[in-house]
């Protein structure tokens, strides 16, 4: 290669301090011999300049070019001190760019930590593109990861909190299903944190390690209607209006009305839902909000329900469903108190068991709930599309044995901001090229 192309080649290299000196496809891989550009060096002892005493070959890979991976052989530079009184005799050059004894360069393992934080993209899909193992990736995941997801200012600025509790391990022979709960910036849609357990404890932990200004500065949180968060919340968070949001309250009423048609199911039929059965047909339809439902969904709800629910059990869960969804779409709080009487009156009424027990939970939690209206309708969005992004990471990694592990995924997937540079659109504007 001449002068002039390897002054090219070396731009388009762009690593800093270095510069090609030849290249060639081996193997279906690049491979570039590189050397740093510098040529006087002072002692790291003495500071007197140095003398060169030669070079070592060093692999290390970098980023693919041309969808190729690509391997580095750089010319490591010796040097020795000339200055007899210096205890220091030789030493290897060092760069920024490449860690000593480094199987990737710095910048390859941030573009590591990248695709699989931010794209979700599987350590091993990326440890194929960049010729490696997966150790070595899911090493750079960790350190460059650790230094995003550590970086205090990422929490700052929240002013309602959400927490939801998702599950981190299905259930297996040995362990049973694990949960952790997740804390939420409710404005920002960002998860902050999660915490091992669905624990008053774990929750009270986090919140033990934040500074005082922060709490100050939360005014809303809102929750999964379990005691034991808002018992976690009483101390740090006592100013802060607590809140079951729409999100939440509407889960646990689709859950009873699976439960519902479940035990209808089991007893009219005798045995679970199958492919034909009308209530295993409807059981999505029965799940949607009642707006939402297209005519032709309306048809088959009351189609499945007339074949399948002779004794109209599932009909009323899913009218008490409704209801509870009434509160939440009442406007102000006047008649969000009146819907939430409608609630009451129906489940009265009904008499279904499952019913009964989340009028209960309703009942214990109704400040909470009407709270909601006092906050303006705290948004519940977040927190679903937080919850999608927990499942998307969770399909990627297979499940996860590591809590550590997963948190860092998480965290890396739907908690922290990525620069990412935007590239110029080709099809813009652009200065015309004079021949
Ligand atoms: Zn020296």
Redesign the pocket.
């Known amino acids: 290669m001449g002068q002039h192309s390897s002054a090219s080649v070396s731009r388009l290299l762009g690593l800093d301090g270095f510069q090609v000196l030849a290249a060639q496809v081996v193997g279906g891989e690049w491979q570039l011999e590189v050397q740093t550009t510098a040529t006087v060096i002072g002692?790291v002892?003495?500071g007197?300049p140095a003398k060169p005493h030669g070079r070592r070959q060093v692999r290390v890979r970098d980023l693919p070019i041309g969808g190729r991976p690509v391997v580095l052989l750089w010319r490591k530079r010796l040097w020795r001190?000339r200055?007899p009184a210096?205890r220091?005799r030789t030493w290897t050059e060092r760069t920024p760019a490449v860690r000593p004894r480094a199987v990737l360069t710095e910048r390859a393992r941030a573009e590591a930590c990248r695709r699989v934080g931010k794209d979700a993209h599987a350590v091993a899909a990326v440890a194929r593109d960049l010729g490696v193992g997966w150790q070595t990736v899911m090493r750079a995941v960790h350190e460059h990861g650790t230094q995003l997801v550590e970086d205090p200012t990422r929490l700052e600025g929240v002013a309602a909190l959400g927490l939801d509790e998702t599950n981190f391990l299905k259930a297996t022979r040995r362990t049973p299903t694990r949960c952790v709960t997740g804390l939420v910036d409710l404005q920002g849609g960002r998860l902050l944190d999660v915490v091992a357990d669905r624990t008053r404890g774990a929750v009270e932990g986090w919140l033990g390690a934040r500074p005082a200004a922060w709490l100050a500065g939360v005014g809303t949180v809102a929750l999964d209607p379990w005691r034991g968060y808002a018992s976690a919340l009483v101390a740090p968070l006592g100013h802060a209006t607590v809140v079951v949001d729409h999100f939440h309250a509407v889960r646990l009423a689709n859950t009873v009305v699976d439960q519902v048609r479940r035990r209808v199911q089991q007893a009219t039929l005798g045995h679970r839902g199958r492919k034909r059965d009308p209530l295993y047909r409807i059981r999505k339809l029965l799940l949607t909000a009642a707006e939402q439902l297209t005519e032709r969904g309306r048809v088959r709800l009351r189609a499945g329900l007339s074949t399948g629910d002779p004794t109209g059990e599932v009909a009323a869960a899913w009218q008490g469903k409704e209801l509870l969804r009434a509160v939440y779409a009442a406007v102000g709080m006047p008649a969000a108190v009146v819907a939430m009487g409608r609630f009451y009156h129906w489940v009265d009424g009904v008499g279904v068991a499952e019913l009964s027990r989340l009028a209960r939970t309703v009942k214990a939690w109704e400040t909470e709930i009407l709270a909601w209206h006092a906050t303006g309708g705290c948004s519940n969005g977040p927190t679903e599309a937080v919850n999608l992004l927990v499942k998307k990471v969770k399909r990627v990694g297979h499940g996860f044995r590591n809590f550590t592990n997963y948190r860092l995924r998480l965290l890396l997937h739907c908690g922290v901001t990525w620069q990412t540079p935007r590239p110029a659109n080709l099809r813009g504007r652009s200065p015309r090229l004079v021949a």
Request: a negative charge; hydrophobic letters at 25%.
């Open positions: 002692c002892g003495c007197v001190c200055e210096c220091v």
